[in-house]
């Protein structure tokens, strides 16, 4: 039995610069050698009509929503229709997010002030390349629970969730 492996999820944005990466594996093992695979990737696709392209022996899975690129990275003999599959969950997990009023929609600025909820949703899609669910209303749920919990320990929470917490506390210390 063969696993789903992923080589990465790259978003970029409408300039082609990295909104949020993830590699899986050390084709890129640089972060020059990234961004130029990625600049590559986006002048391929920029202008393109298709959603799916081969380039240095990677295939490419992308998605063009507003402002923003979603793109799902495999192996040459990696299955196609998985990993449009595994693009679908990503887009529709953000989009979740989106309509669940913690995004307003999903565009650069959005994805940006909201990095850490995008990067949960990314990490509860794949791991270490592995693919672990494809459902986007599990992920969307499962992103709602370690994303809004305020009852969370501060060692489970995320970086956005403490500085939040922090400053929470310090308003309501000021306001006393």
């Known amino acids: ?31 020059k050698e990234q961004k130029s695979f990625e600049k590559k990737l986006f002048e391929k696709t920029h202008k393109a009509n298709a959603e799916i392209i081969m380039l240095d022996n990677i295939i490419a899975i992308y998605r063009m929503i507003s402002d923003v690129y979603i793109c799902v990275l495999g192996d040459p003999e990696e299955n196609e229709v998985m990993l449009l599959s595994l693009l679908n969950t990503i887009v529709d997990s953000l989009s979740n997010l989106v309509k669940s ?20 949703a990314l990490d509860e899609v794949v791991d270490e390349g ?23 320990p501060i060692t489970e929470q995320t970086i956005g969730q403490a500085l939040s917490a922090a400053r929470e506390q310090i308003a309501k210390s000021l306001l006393k």
């Open 130 to 152: 592995l693919v672990l669910e494809a459902d986007s209303n599990i992920i969307t749920q499962r992103v709602a629970l370690r994303g809004f919990g305020d009852d969370l």
């Open 101 to 120: 009023g913690e995004m307003s929609q999903m565009e650069k600025r959005t994805l940006l002030d909201n990095y850490d909820l995008a990067l949960l």
């Open 1 to 31: 039995m063969a696993f789903a492996c992923v080589k990465g999820i790259i978003i970029l944005d409408g300039e082609g610069s990295r909104i949020v990466c993830k590699y899986f594996t050390n084709d890129f093992p640089t972060l």
